[in-house]
């Protein structure tokens, strides 16, 4: 112990003359913990490949390949257009029904197989977790980036129906882009508390069929959210916040009412989601290696 | 010379639940909660510290290891080395102290981690590089190299599942291998795959050091220590007893540390959770007066004894003896079911207390010291218990043949053998 000092700064000149190296320390931890993004950064290429890893090898040795991108929304706006559309009537009052459930499913597609394969995406990396170190963080987020060859396939489905119908094309449609970009963050917020909750408690395995249904019925997947009416119920019907990302998919294709408070509602609950989510997963990061 | 790994009084605690039931159910915590809500309120408040539900796996770590060393860590089953490792390897965190670590620490058991059974190998390696940190453009400057040691040019664009085990073992190695990790960490004892791997694991090991690099090798190989590391460090329940220079520290594991007494207990924070429902009691050496011994004489026969406990009746369950020198060759594996009357005999064993014992018969092993090692398992169904180490014996071969001619034999074996001399005219 009486070397300890000279050591310390031996470590320090040393370290100054060999910048490439990097030093770590790491303290024993109690509590909440920083986000420490900057080590995400670091791993970047790692997000890189685990993203490209999830998308290869999954239509590996399926014989229709990445033509299942195609078929499965294609499949879903068919059965959506007969039973809602046809059966239950939504097709009345001018609504372009298949247009309309092709809109809603296009992000609902992102969204569920996102909150699918986070879920389970620790548990399923588990000879990952307790064989290396890498922020963690990056195999959620690498589960839900993954779907975005899947989405970019759905929405070719979609412009093509936008071509068909003749819809106009507007500089509405720009809006796309931020709005992807918000279904990503909802996937993700709600992804993280799903996943690391999944570490400790397999119960979520079970529950998460169940809740994308339930979601799906609770977002305005099938019908138009206008059948949602009156102040208080669009606001707490905003609380989902796949409700305001779903209208303004709508909005920005097929034009109508731009989403208002609604949308709103539906931006500050995936932030607070997200930031919750994110120190929640940091938190209990630390004892995934010891309880997966 | 600078420091490169920096361990201060770190402590690693488990909660043995964690262990027991891999996870807690919701429901059970529901349930927890509603038949005792203060008591599941306070313990989610604040985490038990001092509670009896819990085990140090290390206790009070501090070791510093200087550039360029090759540290060699020993230890029996259970006394922290891999709690160790993984906490040097960043995967866990400790529960008290602090580490720092200058560069890249690589750990050689980590061979072959990502690998994805549906990717080409060519795939793979840019993925397990990754997932070791490499940086792409280094594994790409990298790649020739690496497929070249791997040895599986032609099979490059095919996906691994095709591949025999020897060939995804070479390719996953040779990643491992071209990484040049600041810090590079062995553990031979997990280490997969045969004889000739180890002994490319063990030489890329003395590649490492000798380029200046820190090595941490872990092995049960006493040999194996001797000649690759400078200094040792001696875990036992969670804490560093000795660090010394290799020879001394080995003297100290071999003799005075353990396994001298011919009789090994298990305690119970020794036996993992998951070998319930069987419990080892103890080990037994016993000379051919029945007396327990640690020492035995190459011309008498003696017999090993395992005593253990079942809690519940279990089928298949074969007690297995390894007995290995301590260059970790082996000598002979042998199971208690291995005759087949036993086998017939013994399909089911009730829950209750049990000794399996076997005699070796003499004129068998060769003078030097010999390692015991147990298994309890059913066949292709579960391994219940497993310490590789379990007791050390020496062996005096006083009175063996050949005796009066005062050399070294060589050879684990040194059997009595039948000899006849013809004189042919």
Request: proline share 5%; glycine share 8%.
């Amino acid at each position: 112990m009486v070397q300890a000092k000279p050591e310390i700064k031996n470590m320090a000149r040393e370290n100054n003359s060999k910048m490439d190296l990097d030093v770590i320390t790491i303290r024993s931890m109690h509590g909440w913990s920083s986000l420490n993004l900057r080590d995400l950064w670091k791993y970047r290429e790692l997000l890189y490949f685990l993203v490209w890893r999830d998308i290869k090898v999954r239509y590996k040795q399926a014989v229709l390949g990445i033509a299942w991108a195609i078929l499965l929304p294609v499949v879903n706006i068919v059965i959506f257009t007969f039973v809602f559309g046809i059966l239950l009537k939504q097709n009345q009052g001018g609504i372009n029904y298949p247009l309309l459930s092709a809109v809603g499913l296009l992000p609902w597609g992102l969204f569920a197989g996102a909150l699918q394969r986070c879920s389970s995406s620790l548990v399923g990396n588990t000879n990952l977790i307790t064989k290396v170190y890498f922020p963690r963080l990056i195999i959620p987020v690498a589960s839900v980036l993954s779907g975005l060859v899947d989405f970019g396939i759905s929405s070719l489905v979609v412009f093509s129906l936008v071509l068909y119908y003749r819809v106009p094309l507007s500089w509405n449609m720009l809006w796309l882009l931020p709005l992807t970009l918000l279904v990503v963050m909802t996937s993700l917020a709600v992804g993280l508390w799903l996943s690391a909750l999944n570490v400790q408690y397999r119960d979520v395995q079970h529950i998460v069929p169940f809740l994308v249904t339930t979601w799906m019925y609770a977002s305005p997947v099938a019908y138009s959210a206008s059948l949602v009416t009156g102040r208080i119920l669009r606001i707490v019907y905003g609380l989902n916040p796949m409700a305001g990302v779903i209208q303004g998919f709508r909005w920005a294709i097929m034009g109508g009412d731009p989403p208002g408070e609604l949308f709103v509602v539906s931006i500050i609950m995936v932030l607070v989601l997200l930031v919750s989510g994110l120190f929640y997963f940091r938190r209990m990061e630390r004892t995934f290696a010891d309880m997966i | 010379m600078s420091t490169v790994i920096r361990v201060e009084h770190v402590s690693k605690r488990f909660r043995i639940g964690l262990v027991h039931q891999r996870y807690q159910t919701l429901s059970e915590k529901i349930t927890d909660a509603l038949s005792a809500p203060l008591r599941t309120f306070r313990r989610i408040q604040m985490p038990k510290t001092d509670a009896e539900d819990t085990i140090w796996a290390l206790r009070d770590i501090s070791f510093d290891v200087p550039e360029g060393q090759v540290l060699g860590i020993i230890g029996r089953n259970g006394a922290g080395k891999s709690t160790l490792l993984k906490i040097l390897s960043r995967i866990t965190e400790p529960t008290e102290g602090s580490l720092t670590l200058r560069g890249r620490v690589v750990s050689l058991l980590e061979v072959g981690t990502g690998f994805h059974p549906e990717l080409t190998g060519r795939e793979n390696i840019f993925l397990n590089g990754a997932i070791l940190g490499m940086k792409q453009a280094e594994i790409a400057s990298k790649f020739d190299e690496i497929v070249s040691f791997s040895e599986v040019e032609q099979f490059i664009d095919t996906p691994v599942k095709r591949y025999s085990s020897g060939m995804y073992l070479r390719l996953a190695f040779a990643v491992a291998a071209h990484l040049e990790p600041e810090i590079l960490v062995v553990d031979e004892v997990l280490a997969v795959g045969d004889a000739e791997f180890q002994k490319k694991c063990l030489g890329k090991m003395g590649d490492v050091a000798r380029q200046g690099r820190t090595v941490l090798f872990v092995s049960h190989n006493m040999s194996a220590i001797l000649r690759l590391t400078q200094e040792t460090i001696i875990l036992e329940k969670g804490r560093l007893v000795l660090r010394a220079p290799s020879p001394q520290a080995v003297d100290y594991y071999l003799s005075a540390g353990h396994a001298s007494s011919g009789e090994r207990f298990w305690e119970e924070d020794e036996v993992p959770a998951g070998a319930a429902p069987f419990r080892p009691v103890a080990l037994r050496l016993r000379d051919s007066k029945h007396k327990i011994v640690d020492s035995i004489r190459s011309t008498e026969p003696f017999v090993i004894e395992m005593e253990y406990c079942l809690d519940v009746p279990v089928t298949g369950l074969r007690i297995g003896f390894y007995l290995n020198t301590t260059r970790a060759e082996s000598v002979f594996t042998s199971f208690d079911t291995d005759d087949p009357d036993m086998f017939e005999k013994y399909t089911n064993r009730q829950a209750g207390r049990y000794i399996s014992r076997c005699t070796v018969p003499p004129d068998m092993l060769n003078s030097g010291r010999y390692s015991l090692g147990v298994n309890a398992s059913s066949f292709q169904i579960r391994r219940y218990f497993q310490d590789e180490d379990a007791l050390g014996f020496n062996v005096d071969s006083t009175g063996a043949p050949g005796m009066h001619w005062p050399e070294q034999r060589d050879g684990v074996v040194r059997p009595r053998l039948r000899w006849s001399i013809e004189s042919l005219k």
